[in-house]
């Protein structure tokens, strides 16, 4: 067989495992515009056999912290590092920027499902939300959209204030220049960017002309065409993302295939850790047991366990290993270590789908960033308009849940009885999207064990709009979506917002606040934020899990490095805020070590 045979049969055999038989045609289509006889420089990752029975360090989780801690670690001749992933390996349908969406649902994702509330999520069936969660080297990396955004400066500066020193936004800039490698020629000067990191930054390669009129329209309504993870971030902008030689440049590509010939460094994949093993008298993780192919393992950790599981899956490890609320642990038969409040202050990003239509001519990309092309952030009347710290986030994309015959609809898990009275009749036209998100929601939710078995799905009370100022901000940012739809900049394209009225609003007239309250309650779609599940603060702090060096509160070599350490959700998309953390949490590890980032081994990606 040669080897252009082989690559077929290979990403044909991924697309039937993802998205089921009939499309082979889209694999070929998509073989042809990558050119996959052209090979991603950077080899597949080596799943290694057998394992050492103790290791330095162990990084559970392979995903958008651990990648990075992972390669950090390693950078120390003389430390060796295990890799524990849940997941397998990332394959060529991964790679495809615009299939994000086919990626869900996968064998890839955790397919986690919020619990019912009756506030939010009401026309998703059940009446729950699909939370995605990568299960694969990369984690979500590797199934999200790609979107590179930094956040506020008020964020990390909050953080700082909260009683985490070394944390404000001038510290934590170090970290998200040092991962970075900017291919977008008029920011490689600028001192919030830098080249030469492991991960690639840059634009999408094909613009839609609606792109432009969606920057256009920014203006007319009052905002800047800027770089929103410059100076200042309220204003509009191309999207920025991680993609490289247009593919998707996932944690895993960035930072573990370019490093896996170290001889330090062993990756286990198909890794599902069931608990960090915690010596009771010296109150110190000692070692991590898992279950690879049907078989229980343990191995030891000389220093330390860091756990980099995300905001869903580091809180069950953690209660599952005897740290979290004593009185939740009592409730399901897990023996109390250590009493903390892990699990609590959950929290993510919500957004509400604004349509319009239109007529277009033009190709259809296979390398925008999951179909989200402009970005735009702006002030609704309760945010601070003295200061640039703005609370409503636009996505735009030249798509919607009637563009792609329906996956997105399956992916969102969207009632029949919505479909049909409010996509199904413009499945025929070519359909743009705003997508108003919170930047800072209120509410707050939680992690909880289902049971104390280790392959249980936890618990996820996301408790969307529980705090009633989320939905008044939402309100309000669709009305300036709204503005921004109805510019000048869109005229030529003779598009209009889609007024078929969702089923259970029926009885409300359209564009007034009760009508989008409603519209906001039915469609109420995550853009998979979650955080804060196991808080940092200070010792004195009832809520926090660990400390500002990531080390969990009472307990000796284990540490949390991923986005549940957030104390507040950082403005914007946060898989660049999560690769930062990986950054500086690997830092710290080499600090409390001694181990000098002077005496690493560099390493460039090609």
């Excluded at 990396?141 to 400066?153: P, Q, T």
């Excluded at 549940?564 to 946060?574: A, D, Q, R």
Aim: contains cysteine; charged residues 20%.
């Amino acid at each position: 067989m040669d080897f252009s045979t082989t690559v077929v049969t290979s990403t044909l055999k991924g697309a039937n495992d993802l998205m089921g038989t009939g499309l082979w045609l889209v694999s070929l289509l998509i073989l042809a515009y990558y050119r996959y006889d052209q090979l991603d420089p950077e080899g597949r990752l080596i799943d290694k056999y057998p394992l050492y029975s103790e290791y330095d360090f162990i990084v559970i989780g392979g995903g958008s912290a651990g990648a990075v801690v992972t390669n950090r670690l390693s950078e120390i001749p003389d430390w060796n590092v295990l890799l524990l992933e849940a997941g397998p390996d990332e394959n060529e349908i991964t790679d495809v920027p615009a299939f994000a969406a086919y990626l869900q649902l996968s064998k890839f994702d955790w397919k986690y499902q919020t619990e019912v509330t009756g506030k939010a999520c009401l026309a998703m069936k059940g009446g729950r939300c699909n939370w995605p969660r990568g299960k694969i080297l990369g984690g979500s990396s590797s199934l999200n959209y790609m979107l590179y955004v930094r956040g506020n400066k008020q964020d990390y500066d909050h953080w700082e204030s909260l009683g985490n020193p070394g944390w404000g936004y001038d510290q934590v800039l170090h970290y998200f220049k040092k991962s970075e490698d900017n291919r977008n020629p008029y920011l490689q000067k600028s001192p919030y960017h830098a080249t030469g990191g492991y991960l690639t930054v840059q634009e999408t390669p094909w613009k839609a002309p609606l792109l432009l009129a969606f920057i256009e329209a920014g203006v007319e309504i009052g905002y800047e065409n800027r770089d929103i993870n410059g100076e200042k971030q309220t204003g509009f902008m191309i999207a920025q993302g991680t993609i490289r030689r247009e593919n998707r440049c996932s944690t895993a590509k960035a930072f573990l295939r370019p490093i896996q010939l170290r001889e330090n460094i062993h990756i286990a994949m198909n890794s599902h850790v069931t608990r960090i093993v915690i010596d009771p008298l010296t109150m110190r993780a000692t070692g991590v047991e898992f279950v690879r192919n049907g078989q229980r393992q343990i191995a030891k950790a000389r220093k330390e366990v860091i756990l980099s599981a995300g905001a869903v899956n580091s809180p069950q490890i953690l209660m599952l290993s005897g740290i979290g609320p004593k009185e939740h642990l009592q409730h399901v038969g897990v023996p109390v270590i250590k009493d903390l409040r892990v699990g609590d202050n959950l929290q993510d990003h919500i957004v509400v789908s604004v349509i319009t239509h239109y007529v277009v001519n033009g190709r259809g990309p296979l390398t925008s960033l999951g179909g989200v092309e402009g970005l735009a952030f702006v002030n609704t009347k309760y945010a601070n308009h003295s200061i640039d710290y703005p609370d409503v986030q636009f996505h735009m994309g030249s798509a919607s849940i009637n563009s792609d015959a329906g996956q997105i609809r399956k992916m969102l898990g969207l009632t029949d009885e919505v479909y049909d009275a409010v996509f199904r009749p413009i499945n025929n036209r070519d359909a743009w999207t705003t997508l108003p998100l919170l930047l800072r929601p209120k509410s707050r939710g939680s992690i909880r064990l289902r049971s104390s078995n280790p392959f249980d799905s936890p618990i996820i009370n996301a408790n969307y709009f529980s705090d009633p100022m989320d939905i008044a901000v939402l309100v309000e940012a669709v009305k300036i979506a709204i503005k921004v739809n109805e510019a000048e900049a869109f005229k030529p394209f003779g598009s209009r917002v889609h007024r078929a009225k969702l089923p259970k609003c029926r009885h409300l007239k359209f564009g007034t606040d009760a009508y989008w309250e409603c519209h906001i309650r039915q469609i109420s779609i995550t853009v998979y934020h979650p955080v804060g599940s196991a808080r940092m603060g200070p010792s004195n702090d009832p809520t926090a899990v660990v400390d500002s060096r990531l080390r969990v509160h009472g307990i000796g070599g284990l540490r949390v490095i991923d986005a549940s350490i957030m104390p507040t959700i950082t403005s914007g998309n946060t898989n660049a805020p999560v690769i930062m953390i990986g950054e500086k949490g690997a830092d710290l590890i080499k600090q409390d070590w001694s181990a000098l980032p002077s005496s690493a081994v560099n390493y460039k990606q090609v």
